[in-house]
C-alpha cells in the first residue's frame, strides 16, 4: 500500500465518520509529514488485513 492510497483511506474514514474533510485532510497531512521525518515510504504491514509478522 503506497502512503497516498493510506492516505486517501484515513481522510474518507473520517469524513464518514462525522470529522469535517478540511479537518480530517489537516490532521492527514501532518501524520504524514511525521511519518516522511521517520523515513517511511510505504506501508508493509496493515494491521487489519490479518498478517502481522
Do not use: F, T, Y
Not at 502512503?3 to 489537516?26: F, L, Q, S
Request: negative net charge.
Amino acid at each position: 500500500m503506497s502512503v497516498d492510497d493510506m492516505a486517501r483511506i484515513e481522510v474518507n474514514a473520517m469524513v464518514e465518520a462525522g470529522i469535517p474533510e478540511d479537518v480530517a485532510k489537516g490532521w492527514v497531512v501532518r501524520a504524514l509529514e511525521d511519518l516522511k521525518n521517520q523515513g517511511v515510504s510505504e506501508i508493509k504491514n496493515i494491521p487489519w488485513n490479518g498478517v502481522n509478522p
